[in-house]
């Protein structure tokens, strides 16, 4: 079976991209990490991936200041140079360029902790609390040029609780993507 070369996305901790590794184990999962990419040199994704043995790239932005494109035309020079073929973002805290969102169009997803059209962006668990939803969960989405606009792969739900904090209800939802991503990147690469 011919696995598909797969890079990461990441910008702190990487629980998805751990989560994600761990199903490629799998010998019939259809994609293979051949890179790790995080905007943090800092990153503590980076050291669990490397003792993984995959590689490796960070690119600080911060040294590019507002040129986006410049930092993500570095990022998609080392995607190529791995030979990669398909992007996860993984917790990548950066709103991508038009340019990169088209370079890899239909070949990047991303997993973001809501039940999305709802509550796109930051904070979610505060927002869904604060707007009183009864469920709240994660999506795994194609990206697009709008933030968290691109179209939905799947979805995965939790009750929201009366008595839950952030904290709470991102620890369900957290254990849901983890699940739910792996279970989409499968869906998305052998269909």
Not at 1 to 26: C, D, H, P, Q, Y
Not at 28 to 44: I, K, Q, Y
Not at 177 to 184: G, V
Request: charged residues 25%.
């Amino acid at each position: 079976m011919k696995k598909t070369r797969t890079a990461i996305f990441i910008s702190g901790r990487g629980s998805n991209m751990m989560a994600l590794v761990e199903a490629a184990k799998a010998p019939d999962f259809p994609a293979e990490f051949v890179l790790v990419v995080s905007n943090d040199p800092n990153a503590a994704g980076l050291a669990w991936a490397a003792a993984q043995g995959i590689k490796t790239f960070a690119l600080d932005h911060k040294p590019f200041g507002k040129d986006r494109e410049s930092h993500e035309r570095q990022i998609d020079a080392a995607l190529r140079a791995e030979g990669v073929e398909f992007i996860c973002l993984a917790g990548y805290l950066r709103v991508l360029t038009h340019w990169l969102v088209q370079q890899w169009e239909g070949r990047m997803i991303n997993i973001h902790p809501a039940l999305l059209p709802d509550f796109k962006g930051l904070h979610t668990h505060e927002r869904a609390l604060e707007a009183g939803v009864l469920e709240h969960g994660a999506t795994v989405h194609w990206v697009s040029s709008g933030v968290d606009e691109g179209e939905i792969i799947a979805q995965a739900r939790v009750p929201v609780l009366k008595d839950d904090t952030a904290e709470m209800l991102a620890t369900r939802v957290l254990a849901e993507e983890h699940r739910l991503y792996a279970e989409a990147v499968r869906h998305v690469l052998k269909s």
